[in-house]
């Protein structure tokens, strides 16, 4: 349910949703259950900027935008129901304005027993590592792919899981009608042989064994497309199914995970509609003790895009989720070029050694030192063509042949870097951190051969001076070197924290390396904070860069802005 929001319905929601936070409370109401909840509002004030080019026209005169949420659950006993209250007056920069308007988009009751749980409304749900289905919600990228309809899983004895959904998925406020979206379907089979055998639960060694099936419903029919100047009219499949088993094992020190998934074909607008049929294989092996930590990753993606609507290309209506395996950032600079999976194909390795020098030694002075060195690389797949008259990913054809194992010349990502954490006293601890990461940005995000590989050189000191119980500094220096986009960077971080309460930082990016002189602009942020218990709000002003924003591999685009913003969380 969505409302087309007058004005000053807007100024009522947006009072509203800054005034819901000091009013709320957890309410336990005894024999008669409890109610708990979470909010979070996220309001902007967009400035004009002509050295960022922008202006009251492209903001459409709306200057100030909001982005808020409310979670409300009630529990009883077994019985759990919830909604979520979202509003978009209008979406801030860089989300779909296809999210305006205010309404309940998630509702959800479920009844939990024993060995039955079922839920009906909206839900989240994942089967093994999500290579057949993952639904969830990320804020920060926009990100919603729940499932509407009903859920219900079964432990008929301790050790076995069983998994069923049917449903259709949230595509903004668009509702579902005349078959725009098809229904997805899927069980899961899950044996825990630890827990199902009484003999091995004593064992050392866990093992957990699983597999799914996944299923989505689109009424058959034929599709008019234009390749190289001919009409193609294509038959598009009424089911598209994957098919994945997974395992995992845990021995001592050791851990093994593997998902295999298997896709059927799949015409699509993100795959140029061809009919192969898809690929998926993730692997990771980890070794950890005191003072060490090993991971080594390797996963294979060949045409495993796979939506509720094949004509969507950007991150809606995903049923699956594709895991990334390069290192996600959390300094600015550092995480200016992080990677998105592609799913029409790519080959990637990652590994992390994690070592603390014992302390009290040489090397690991007084309080011991951690060294954290990682490396990925994903490249492209090897692609062949199908046959001596067939063009590579030609529609309404197989699109090519790629041997599994086979890795393709092209590179799309690479990072290298070595960590240091060392504490010098009990007062003052420092980060410091070389990274190397190469990025083809056409690849990536989607260019026509405008940029080519962007390869970086990039420096992080990152320093904390704790100055008494209550008092801390934070000073933090980065550089990014490079000669491609927009060239070099230099940032700076100041925070000063006042414990339990106050934060207050400056911070500044400079992309004094831009080839363009009247780009060579400063990034300046002043921000301010308060928590408490479990509220927060912080404000601040200046302005944010152009940019990508990604987690777990599942990216959105941030265009550069200015002015005011102010942050409102808490739970109750």
Request: net charge positive.
């Amino acid at each position: 349910m969505v409302l087309k929001t007058n004005c000053t319905f807007r100024k009522a929601c947006l009072l509203l949703l800054l005034v819901i936070p000091f009013l709320s409370f957890s309410q336990n109401l005894g024999k008669y259950g409890n109610v708990s909840g979470n909010f979070q509002s996220d309001v902007q004030y967009y400035l004009d900027d002509s050295k960022l080019g922008i202006n009251d026209s492209c903001l459409d005169g709306k200057n100030i935008r909001l982005n808020g949420y409310l979670n409300v659950m009630y529990n009883i006993d077994k019985f759990t129901a919830g909604l979520r209250f979202e509003s978009y007056l209008p979406p801030l920069l860089g989300y779909d304005n296809q999210y305006q308007g205010t309404g309940v988009p998630y509702w959800f009751a479920t009844y939990a027993g024993e060995k039955l749980e079922v839920t009906a409304g909206n839900f989240y749900e994942q089967f093994g590592y999500g290579m057949s289905l993952r639904t969830y919600q990320e804020w920060n990228l926009a990100y919603d792919n729940s499932l509407r309809g009903i859920r219900v899983k079964f432990t008929p004895v301790n050790g076995i899981m069983i998994k069923g959904v049917y449903g259709v998925q949230r595509y903004y406020w668009v509702p579902f009608e005349n078959n725009n979206r098809g229904i997805v379907k899927g069980t899961d089979l899950e044996f825990n042989f630890n827990e199902l055998f009484t003999a091995l639960n004593s064992w050392k060694t866990r093992i957990i064994l699983g597999g799914s099936a996944v299923s989505n419903y689109l009424p058959g029919k034929t599709m008019d497309i234009v390749y190289d100047q001919r009409l193609l009219e294509l038959k598009l499949p009424r089911n598209v199914a994957t098919f994945s088993g997974r395992l995992g094992l845990t021995c001592g020190k050791f851990s093994f995970a593997t998902e295999y998934a298997y896709k059927v074909n799949d015409p699509n607008a993100t795959n140029n509609f061809i009919y192969k049929n898809g690929q998926g294989l993730f692997t990771s092996l980890s070794f950890s003790q005191k003072g060490l930590g090993i991971s080594l990753e390797a996963k294979r993606i060949d045409n495993m895009s796979f939506k509720s609507d094949r004509l969507v290309t950007n991150n809606m209506v995903s049923i699956n989720y594709l895991p990334t395996m390069s290192k996600e950032h959390a300094h600015s600079l550092i995480a200016m070029y992080p990677y998105a999976t592609q799913p029409n194909g790519e080959f990637g390795f990652h590994g992390e050694i994690n070592y603390t020098i014992p302390k009290n030694t040489k090397l690991g002075g007084k309080y011991g030192t951690t060294i954290n060195l990682d490396f990925s690389r994903i490249n492209s797949i090897k692609k062949e063509p199908v046959n001596d008259t067939t063009k590579l990913d030609q529609p309404g054809t197989l699109g090519y042949k790629s041997s599994f194992f086979s890795m393709g010349d092209d590179l799309y990502f690479q990072d290298i870097n070595v960590e240091i954490i060392k504490k010098f006293s009990k007062r003052l601890k420092v980060i410091a951190g070389y990274f190397n990461i190469i990025y083809d940005k056409d690849k990536i995000e989607g260019h026509l051969n405008e940029y080519g590989d962007i390869k970086s050189h990039i420096g992080l000191v990152d320093l904390i001076w704790t100055v008494n119980e209550k008092h801390a500094l934070r000073f933090e220096l980065q550089g990014l070197f490079t000669e491609q986009d927009r060239g070099s960077w230099l940032a700076g971080l100041l925070e000063y924290t006042i414990s339990p309460h106050w934060f207050f930082s400056v911070s500044d990016q400079y992309n004094y390396g831009n080839k363009d002189g009247a780009r060579q602009l400063h990034y300046y942020l002043v921000s301010m904070g308060y928590a408490h218990k479990a509220g927060r709000i912080s404000m601040s002003y200046g302005r944010q860069r152009e940019g990508i924003v990604c987690v777990g591999g599942v990216c959105r685009y941030v265009p550069a802005s200015s002015g005011l913003s102010l942050s409102i969380t808490t739970s109750f």
